[in-house]
Protein backbone atom coordinates (compact mmCIF):
# COMPACT_ATOMS: atom_id res chain seq x y z
CA UNK A 1 0.00 0.00 0.00
CA UNK A 2 1.82 3.38 -1.23
CA UNK A 3 2.38 6.13 1.74
CA UNK A 4 0.29 8.96 1.87
CA UNK A 5 1.51 12.16 0.66
CA UNK A 6 2.50 14.61 3.16
CA UNK A 7 -0.03 17.65 3.92
CA UNK A 8 3.18 19.71 2.06
CA UNK A 9 2.31 18.24 -1.32
CA UNK A 10 -1.29 18.25 -0.92
CA UNK A 11 -0.32 22.55 -0.53
CA UNK A 12 2.29 22.30 -3.35
CA UNK A 13 -0.76 20.64 -5.21
CA UNK A 14 -3.37 22.96 -4.53
CA UNK A 15 -0.98 25.83 -5.60
CA UNK A 16 -0.45 24.27 -8.37
CA UNK A 17 -4.18 24.22 -9.20
CA UNK A 18 -4.19 28.17 -8.13
CA UNK A 19 -1.84 28.57 -10.90
CA UNK A 20 -3.29 27.01 -13.34
CA UNK A 21 -6.54 28.61 -12.84
CA UNK A 22 -4.78 32.26 -12.53
CA UNK A 23 -2.79 31.59 -16.02
CA UNK A 24 -6.23 30.42 -17.23
CA UNK A 25 -7.87 33.69 -16.62
CA UNK A 26 -5.22 36.02 -17.43
CA UNK A 27 -5.25 34.47 -20.68
CA UNK A 28 -8.35 35.19 -21.15
CA UNK A 29 -8.20 38.61 -20.04
CA UNK A 30 -5.39 38.87 -22.71
CA UNK A 31 -7.38 37.52 -25.24
CA UNK A 32 -10.24 40.30 -24.62
CA UNK A 33 -7.45 43.08 -24.23
CA UNK A 34 -7.01 42.46 -28.01
CA UNK A 35 -10.71 44.35 -28.48
CA UNK A 36 -9.51 47.18 -26.22
CA UNK A 37 -9.66 50.42 -28.64
CA UNK A 38 -6.08 51.09 -27.62
CA UNK A 39 -4.80 48.09 -29.11
CA UNK A 40 -2.97 48.46 -32.93
CA UNK A 41 -4.27 46.43 -35.42
CA UNK A 42 -0.39 44.78 -35.39
CA UNK A 43 -0.30 43.88 -31.75
CA UNK A 44 -3.60 42.47 -31.43
CA UNK A 45 -2.73 39.07 -33.60
CA UNK A 46 0.39 39.28 -30.74
CA UNK A 47 -2.08 39.67 -27.80
CA UNK A 48 -3.93 36.97 -28.70
CA UNK A 49 -0.99 34.39 -29.40
CA UNK A 50 0.08 35.44 -25.68
CA UNK A 51 -3.34 35.03 -24.13
CA UNK A 52 -3.72 31.51 -25.88
CA UNK A 53 -0.82 30.22 -24.85
CA UNK A 54 -1.44 31.45 -21.32
CA UNK A 55 -4.91 29.65 -21.46
CA UNK A 56 -2.81 26.40 -22.79
CA UNK A 57 -0.13 26.22 -19.97
CA UNK A 58 -2.41 26.99 -17.53
CA UNK A 59 -4.19 24.03 -18.66
CA UNK A 60 -1.29 22.12 -18.75
CA UNK A 61 -0.23 22.56 -15.48
CA UNK A 62 -3.80 21.97 -13.77
CA UNK A 63 -3.60 18.50 -15.63
CA UNK A 64 0.15 18.02 -14.48
CA UNK A 65 -0.21 18.72 -10.75
CA UNK A 66 -2.70 16.07 -11.02
CA UNK A 67 0.25 13.51 -10.80
CA UNK A 68 2.05 14.62 -8.13
CA UNK A 69 -0.09 13.18 -5.56
CA UNK A 70 0.85 9.73 -7.38
CA UNK A 71 4.75 10.66 -6.30
CA UNK A 72 5.63 11.09 -9.95
CA UNK A 73 8.94 12.50 -10.31
CA UNK A 74 8.04 13.13 -13.53
CA UNK A 75 5.25 15.36 -13.14
CA UNK A 76 7.52 17.04 -9.90
CA UNK A 77 10.75 18.23 -13.13
CA UNK A 78 7.45 19.51 -15.46
CA UNK A 79 5.64 21.04 -12.56
CA UNK A 80 8.92 22.89 -11.70
CA UNK A 81 9.17 23.44 -15.45
CA UNK A 82 5.89 25.35 -15.62
CA UNK A 83 6.52 27.45 -12.88
CA UNK A 84 9.71 28.31 -13.79
CA UNK A 85 7.95 29.70 -17.19
CA UNK A 86 5.52 31.10 -15.15
CA UNK A 87 8.44 32.98 -12.69
CA UNK A 88 9.99 34.42 -15.72
CA UNK A 89 7.11 35.63 -17.00
CA UNK A 90 6.00 37.98 -14.05
CA UNK A 91 9.22 39.15 -13.68
CA UNK A 92 9.41 40.36 -17.50
CA UNK A 93 5.66 41.77 -16.62
CA UNK A 94 6.88 43.51 -13.63
CA UNK A 95 9.38 44.78 -15.57
CA UNK A 96 7.57 46.14 -18.12
CA UNK A 97 4.99 47.61 -15.61
CA UNK A 98 5.49 47.18 -11.58
CA UNK A 99 2.15 48.49 -10.61
CA UNK A 100 -0.01 45.03 -11.32
CA UNK A 101 -0.07 43.95 -8.15
CA UNK A 102 -1.81 40.32 -9.05
CA UNK A 103 1.48 39.43 -10.90
CA UNK A 104 3.07 39.80 -7.41
CA UNK A 105 0.49 37.79 -6.23
CA UNK A 106 0.98 34.94 -8.95
CA UNK A 107 4.67 35.18 -8.65
CA UNK A 108 4.44 34.41 -4.54
CA UNK A 109 2.23 31.55 -5.51
CA UNK A 110 4.98 30.37 -7.85
CA UNK A 111 7.98 30.75 -6.06
CA UNK A 112 6.00 28.97 -3.03
CA UNK A 113 5.17 25.74 -4.81
CA UNK A 114 8.55 25.17 -6.28
CA UNK A 115 9.58 25.41 -2.60
CA UNK A 116 7.56 23.00 -1.06
CA UNK A 117 8.04 20.48 -3.93
CA UNK A 118 12.37 20.62 -3.89
CA UNK A 119 12.49 20.93 0.11
CA UNK A 120 11.40 18.88 3.43
CA UNK A 121 9.15 16.22 3.75
CA UNK A 122 8.20 16.36 -0.02
CA UNK A 123 11.25 15.94 -1.34
CA UNK A 124 11.65 12.85 0.82
CA UNK A 125 8.52 11.46 -0.37
CA UNK A 126 9.53 11.65 -3.71
CA UNK A 127 12.93 9.79 -2.87
CA UNK A 128 11.44 7.24 -1.71
CA UNK A 129 9.16 6.27 -4.61
CA UNK A 130 10.46 3.28 -6.59
CA UNK A 131 13.52 3.57 -8.85
CA UNK A 132 14.37 6.65 -7.17
CA UNK A 133 17.59 8.37 -8.06
CA UNK A 134 19.98 9.47 -4.67
CA UNK A 135 22.12 11.82 -4.51
Do not use: C, H
Not at 106 to 124: D, E, F, K, N
Amino acid sequence: MPKRPPPELIAAVVLGYLNGVVMILAGIALIFARYAPDTAEGERFVVTVVGSSGVLLGLFMISIAAGLTRARRDARVLVTVLLGIAIALDVVSLVASPEQWFVIAQLVLAASAVTVLWTGRTARFFARTAGARTG
